[in-house]
């Protein structure tokens, strides 16, 4: 009986062994994981500055496009308005012209 309480100590011995060695395993995985995480939240951290920068310059960026389009729209039409007072020169000048000629 004395073999078999023996045989049944040391049987619980090595389990408790092997479970010791997998929870140091597992320890130590956990620790890993645990500095990876903390990395992934720091590079997460500075991608949202990075993104919050990058989406106020696409802001300013996108205002000074409306502005430049404004400016341009402005020009487009007090260049049209020239022209069409070049034109209307030309039509003076050109009529003039030809009432000269007729006289």
Known sequence: MTEQISSIV???????????????AEREKNTVLETELGQSKMLISAN????????????????????LNEQLESQKSAVLIDKDNEIDELVREIDHCISQLKQ
């Open 48 to 67: 949202q500055a990075q993104i919050f920068q990058l989406e106020e310059n696409n802001q300013y960026l996108q205002n000074q496009l409306i502005q």
């Open 10 to 24: 040391q049987q619980i011995q090595s389990k408790f062994q092997d479970l010791h060695k997998q929870l140091l």
